[in-house]
T-cell receptor
């Protein structure tokens, strides 16, 4: 009964590869997000989608491409991975009119 | 624009002592304010939230926070620390309009010693 689930939990890959992270929420929320947590634990918004439409893109390199096939899913595809992409990526969801966001367990991406 | 400042990257307390984690915010419009907790290798869990109702907000695990507009603060407290409270705590702000997103502080690691 996980509210926001993302897979995989861990991802180790080589520089230059392409990888995807999947996220699903069963809360019936309108809005989904991707956040990046760096090695110093700082959390920064990357993207926000509302009802499958991109709302916010916070100056993220275009190697990162989110895709929302429906309002319950938001996937993140990353091309040509770089060492600096190593981080924990969190998916989250909320109601547009609501307050708090609910977070997934995170995907720890390590680029070697 | 909105921002959050958490004073102290680490706070150490003894078990049973008062916990006080500080958060100051900046927002041009009335904010929503939150405290999240992150245990090692886990996601963020909501502790409590302020959404313009009561200024003293009670959350889970015995935590509470008070919204003080005059001081632009939203400090988190707990009367008596438990070992299980050791974690990273994040204060976050979200403006009360449209498609806003959470802006987080840099986090405070709470260390609890026996």
């Amino acid at each position: 009964d996980t509210a926001v689930s993302q897979t995989p939990k861990y991802l180790v890959t080589q520089m230059g590869n392409d990888k995807s992270i999947k996220c699903e929420q069963n809360l019936g929320h309108d809005t989904m997000y991707w956040y990046k947590q760096d090695s110093k634990k700082f959390l920064k918004i990357m993207f926000s989608y509302n009802n499958k439409e991109l709302i916010i893109n916070e100056t993220v390199p275009n190697r990162f491409s989110p895709k929302s096939p429906d309002k319950a899913h938001l996937n993140l595809h990353i091309n040509s991975l770089e060492l600096g992409d190593s981080a924990v990526y969190f998916c989250a969801s909320s109601q547009v009119s609501g307050a708090e966001a609910f977070f997934g367990q995170g995907t720890r991406l390590t680029v070697v | 624009a909105q921002s959050v400042t958490q004073l102290g990257s680490h706070v150490s307390v003894s078990e049973g002592a008062l916990v006080l984690l500080r958060c100051n915010y900046s927002s041009s419009v009335p904010p929503y304010l939150f405290w999240y907790v992150q245990y090692p290798n886990q996601g963020l869990q909501l502790l409590l939230k302020y959404t313009s109702a009561a200024t003293l907000v009670k959350g889970i695990n015995g935590f509470e926070a008070e919204f003080k507009k005059s001081e632009t603060s939203f400090h988190l407290t707990k009367p008596s620390a438990h070992m299980s409270d050791a974690a990273e705590y994040f204060c976050a702000v979200r403006v009360n309009s449209g498609y806003s997103t959470l802006t987080f502080g840099k986090g405070t690691m709470l260390l609890v010693s026996p």
